[in-house]
């Protein structure tokens, strides 16, 4: 059976790389008593797919992996124990079976909610830098593509963008950002605010996928009459409401 | 690993300070700790609190057995606590330089100056200049002379403190040999003295000295004539005139590391050690470590099972290796491997891998090989060290051709198809025919290979040697780095063509660096004191090593290459590290060394009469080693220790 397990990723160990996480999974799975599938062959893998890599340095509230079991897991328990494998700052937030057929991760995300603090101007004139960008039809971004320069026109996948006030060290702002077809990352976007501004901190906060139309967090994603077993934050995306998850939270 | 692990203190740390640095650096992993298995006891006043500090990156240092074993141990004391640090990368560095924020711990993000102790592990002579800098970034005073009762002791343990004497104006204490008793005895005396209410650093060093297997070089004077060395005596009729090795006589009673850490990124062995024995008496003698960690002591088969089980369960490993010098020699590997891989088969975790540091040449060597690789199968790597018997002879490494093609056929025949071969040249007697015998082998490998398929290759990865101290070769002139360049040429012409042989080789120059610290005296401390101030540090990276630091400096200070690495020492001549005794019979070593040039081998002293060397008898105590008889396949081909890369490689980091 595959299961899809969401997690957060938090503190100090925001400061370890995605494969590192990959590799603390594989070891914590074991320690919790999982039996993982391996993949056949002559290097046999454990059977383990993540979700898009999150930056080092960032931290999260929803971050996702698939796994292929071997044999059924008591789903009421094993967050606890798979959290409780885990170091500090990683936790287990919630775990739901995956139906099969179900696309992946990587497939189906359409896009993240993000905090962000940044710093180098104040905060009215990120919060000018802001509207403007908001306000242009068109913002092309120079991209290397294997050595190839090309323009890309990013607006589109700034889907919302706003500012959420003063934060411990500089200025809050919360966004939401595509992440098919046209794309942009956090550390590409807080530039074009201004060239002293800088990204100091980042939590993503949602994933979005979409499934046949509708957007649903990917744990609904994985069977939607799994609903009653998983935690709250599920149900449709609200652009507008991007904001809610602003600087009360932080850590 | 949970919430528990991390306890809050008050006491100053510059985590605050150092946060906002670290998403502008490398790989800043390393400096968050929060390993499994780390001790995390609070800062305390009233302990004894150790720093051990590995002198190179956090990848490098981390997997280091020898300083969890004693970091463990001081944690589980109720009078002392230990936190680890590793040397700063140099982007991280420049951005503490410059911010004013000194070495750290990477549990509690302490000043490495706060420490009563400072504890360096010395694997590598390389490293000596990042041990400077990590002293000066903990905003203590370089010079042992300068420093007062508020600054830690600085120490140092491992396989290179068997010549410390090159760092002798830096370091305050060293510890020779086995450190799991030392460092309790050390704590004592220092706990005792804090008790004391003194402030008279140099009254504790004394006290120090008094303890078996701890020097205090600032306790004794070095006395020249002219460029040799007439003799080191003690200041003092209380500081003795040989300082002895500590040897741990059971390992069974020393079952360490019991929490062995599991990092949070990844490090140059990720996987669960067990260390099965200690010592090894194959008597290869270009082996420091094999001289100098007789005799060999035998973990118990069970005690070696039990370690492995709780290891994997708490760590969630899938891959164990079974640690020493030559694992192949433990009394009944194959059975205690069927154990393990039975064992981690009937708890249903998936597939485990059990791997070895080093594969004895023959073809018992590559059946275990198979046993224990049934999960992912990587390359197999043999040593033979030399390319002629007659060379092999005189290293007292006794592989036939034989052993080595049968190992070789077993292996391709398995199903393996890349096979990587470690030799040495420049050593003692060579010629050109022992250098394109290397050749001629690897050749000869690959043509096995082809037999079974046409993917056969072979990698010849070439190291200069270095001679050591406490080695029959302790005598013998190093290679000059131009001869090692040459001999590395001839080879590379000779292979060019050789379809399916590749050749890898470390800079001669870098084995040049490491020789003038190797076997140099004190007259060395300002030439290494100087390459740091030149901003020679992490010298064993080849992006960073510059050997015109070494050289300018040597000339700079008036010494000569000639003298300190290229020349033949005699018999009579008094050694710098004649002062310390690694157990080793001098006169043992000499025979042993007019053996070599007669190019006689000798046997293991396991399984045959005592040579006296001193490492048993001279200590009271002996093999401790389940079987009777030789393991089967009666070859003494074993790999030799590269648990210790050589040190630079081309175009890369150090390790591979
Ligand atoms: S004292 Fe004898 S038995 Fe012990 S290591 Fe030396 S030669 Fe071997």
Redesign the interface.
């Known amino acids: 059976m595959k299961i899809r397990v969401r997690f957060s990723k938090k503190g100090r160990v925001r400061f370890i790389s995605h494969r590192d996480v990959a590799r603390v999974f594989e070891r914590a799975l074991r320690v919790a008593g999982a039996s993982v599938a391996y993949s056949e062959g002559f290097s046999p893998r454990p059977k383990i797919s993540f979700g898009l890599a999150l930056s080092v340095g960032f931290e999260s509230d929803a971050e996702y992996l698939d796994v292929d079991l071997a044999a059924p897991v008591d789903q009421e328990d094993f967050p606890r124990k798979l959290s409780a494998a885990l170091p500090d700052g990683l936790m287990v937030v919630a775990v739901a079976p995956l139906e099969p057929g179900t696309p992946s991760l990587q497939q189906s995300i359409v896009c993240c909610e993000w905090d962000f603090e940044v710093i180098g101007l104040d905060e009215a004139a990120i919060t000018q830098a802001v509207s403007e960008l908001l306000e242009r039809s068109e913002v092309v971004l120079e991209r290397d593509r294997k050595g190839k320069r090309t323009a890309v026109d990013i607006r589109p996948a700034v889907l919302s963008l706003k500012v959420a006030g003063p934060t411990a060290n500089g200025v809050g702002l919360s966004a939401t950002l595509a992440t098919d077809q046209v794309t942009i990352r956090p550390d590409e976007l807080i530039p074009l605010l201004g060239e002293s501004v800088e990204l100091s901190r980042a939590w993503r906060r949602k994933q979005w996928t979409n499934v046949d139309g509708q957007q649903l967090e990917p744990l609904a994603a994985a069977g939607d009459h799994r609903r009653e077993t998983h935690v709250r934050d599920i149900g449709p995306i609200e652009l507008a409401a991007a904001q809610n998850a602003a600087a009360g939270s932080k850590t | 690993?949970?919430?528990t692990?991390?306890r809050h203190s008050t006491a100053p740390t510059v985590w605050p300070q150092l946060e906002?640095l670290?998403?502008r650096v490398s790989k800043?992993?390393r400096?968050?700790?929060?390993e499994?298995g780390a001790a995390y006891k609070a800062p305390n006043k009233d302990l004894i609190s150790w720093l051990f500090v590995y002198p190179d990156t956090y990848e490098i240092g981390l997997p280091n057995q020898g300083l969890q074993i004693l970091y463990e141990i001081i944690n589980e004391r109720s009078d002392g606590r230990a936190d680890r640090s590793y040397a700063p990368w140099t982007d991280l560095e420049a951005l503490m330089r410059a911010q004013g924020i000194p070495l750290f711990s990477v549990e509690h993000h302490t000043p490495a100056g706060d420490f009563d102790v400072m504890a360096f592990n010395l694997s590598a002579e390389l490293t000596y200049t990042n041990v400077l800098n990590c002293v000066d970034l903990a905003g203590v005073p370089v010079r042992a002379d300068e420093r007062n009762i508020d600054h830690p002791i600085v120490m140092a343990g491992g396989h290179c403190t068997y010549n410390p004497e090159p760092l002798a104006d830096f370091l305050d204490v060293v510890v020779l040999g086995d450190g799991e008793e030392a460092v309790g005895e050390i704590t004592d005396i220092m706990a005792q003295f804090r008790g004391s209410g003194s402030t008279d650093r140099t009254e504790l060093l004394r006290e120090l000295s008094h303890l078996e297997g701890v020097y205090v070089p600032s306790m004794y004077v070095a006395h020249y004539d002219g460029p040799a060395l007439r003799a080191v005596e003690p200041r003092f009729p209380d500081v003795p005139a040989m300082v002895r090795k500590r040897t741990v006589s059971d390992l069974a009673e020393w079952p360490y590391p019991k929490n062995q850490l599991?990092p949070?990124?990844?490090v140059v062995h990720?996987r669960l050690s067990v260390e099965v024995f200690r010592g090894c008496t194959r008597g290869c003698r270009f082996c420091q470590a094999g001289m100098i960690t007789r005799p060999v002591r035998e973990r118990p088969a069970d005690q070696v099972r039990t370690m492995v089980k709780d290891g994997l369960?708490?760590?969630?490993?899938?891959e164990v290796t079974l640690t020493s010098l030559s694992t192949a020699d433990m009394s009944g590997v194959d059975g205690l491997v069927t154990d393990i891989m039975n064992d981690s088969d009937a708890c249903?975790?998936?597939?485990l891998s059990v791997s070895l540091p080093s594969l004895r040449v023959d073809a018992f060597g590559v059946d275990i090989a198979a046993e224990i690789q049934r999960?992912?199968?990587t390359g197999l790597t043999f040593a033979p060290e030399a390319g002629t018997w007659r060379m092999r002879q005189i290293i007292n490494k006794l592989i036939s051709e034989d052993d080595l093609y049968g190992a070789v056929d077993a292996a391709y025949s398995q199903g393996w198809k890349r096979m990587k071969l470690y030799f040495l040249t420049g050593l003692p007697s060579e010629t050109d025919e022992d250098t394109l015998g290397i050749g001629e082998l690897a050749k000869n490998c690959v043509d096995i290979g082809r037999k079974y398929t046409k993917r056969a290759s072979t990698t010849v990865s070439l190291g200069g040697f270095v001679p050591k101290p406490f080695t029959p070769f302790q005598w013998f002139g190093q290679n000059t780095d131009v001869e090692l360049q040459r001999k590395i040429f001839l080879l590379k012409d000779s292979t060019k063509r050789m379809h399916g042989v590749n050749l890898k080789w470390h800079d001669p120059k870098a084995t040049l660096a490491e020789g003038i610290t190797a076997r140099g005296d004190r007259r060395l401390g300002p030439v290494i004191e100087d390459v740091w101030r030149r901003g020679g540090t992490f010298q064993e990276w080849s992006e960073h090593f510059d050997v015109s630091l070494w050289t300018e400096a040597m000339e700079r200070h008036g010494l000569s290459i000639d003298w300190y690495v290229y020349r033949h020492r005699t018999e009579d001549e008094v050694l710098p590290w004649d002062h310390l005794d690694a157990g080793l019979h001098k006169d043992f070593l000499w025979t042993d060394w007019m053996d070599a040039l007669d190019e006689v081998g000798l046997p293991d002293c396991r399984w045959t009469p005592c040579y006296d060397c001193g490492a048993c008898t001279g200590y009271g105590i002996e093999h401790v080693v389940a079987s009777a008889t030789a393991p089967a396949g009666g070859s003494q081909g074993t790999a030799g220790p590269r648990t210790k890369a050589v040190p630079v490689t081309l175009g890369m980091g150090p390790r591979q």
Not at chain 2, 31 to 34: L, V
């Open positions: 690993m949970s919430e692990t991390v906002g670290l998403h800043p992993a400096y968050i700790g929060g499994l599991v949070l990124t990844e990720d369960d708490r760590s969630g490993y899938d249903g975790a998936g597939p999960g992912r199968r």
